[in-house]
């Protein structure tokens, strides 16, 4: 499996967990993007999982690509889990000063519109919720065509 947050990091020259801190927004997302694709027709070459964030699916390239996944038959998974879990997730779960504005808000509104992207693109919905990534990944596995 390949997780496009890790290759996106590592072309920026940072840490996963502080790309989006120490890069501006709009540099990430053109790499994030242009990493995205890539994996993607690698994925197809060479039979690899892909992970990749939501943010990503704001690209028309990238939903294209995700289109066409699954037109080869290929499967596109929605991972989901519910606002508090990845708020908690996100680092977004501890107290903020009332100067950042009302930051919660501003996330739920965020992954509203990426989930119903994510929904479209997607012919199964995983809830991580309360599970692992192996757990996740043993779910997707059980339900793919052919077992």
């Keep these: 499996m390949v997780d496009l947050a890790e290759v996106v990091a590592q072309e920026l020259g940072t840490r996963p967990e502080l790309a989006l801190v120490a890069i501006p927004e709009a540099r990430y997302r053109v790499v994030e993007s242009a990493a995205a694709l890539r994996l993607l027709a690698e994925a197809e070459r060479f039979r690899r999982v892909v992970a990749l964030g939501s943010g990503c699916v704001t690209d028309e390239r990238v939903r294209q690509e995700l289109r066409a996944v699954e037109g080869r038959g290929d499967r596109v998974v929605a991972l989901t889990a519910t606002v508090r879990c990845l708020a908690s997730r996100n680092g977004l779960n501890a107290p903020r000063s009332m100067a950042l504005g009302n930051v919660h808000h ?24 309360d599970i692992s990534p192996r757990q996740a990944a043993a779910a997707i596995t059980a339900s793919s065509p052919g077992r």
């Design 106 to 129: 501003e996330f739920v509104q965020m992954l509203h519109a990426r989930e119903a992207a994510c929904r479209e693109l997607a012919s199964m919905r995983v809830d991580t919720t």
